[in-house]
């Protein structure tokens, strides 16, 4: 997957979506989402990022607001 696909797909969504300022976008630690662009462009769009931390498999962390950027 791609950062040009994933930014395609975030912008369709966006448009077919009402949004509120502040939208909380959650995504693994995918490279392509990690990058610098998608981030950018997520941001642009009024979006606060939340990615997955690093867990050992088939343990998942409770949710912790602090993960939020």
Known sequence: MTVELVNTALQMAYARRETSPGLILHSDRGVQYRSREYQDYARSLG????????????IMPLWNPSTVV
């Open 47 to 58: 979006m606060k990022l939340s990615i997955s931390r690093k867990v050992i498999a088939g």
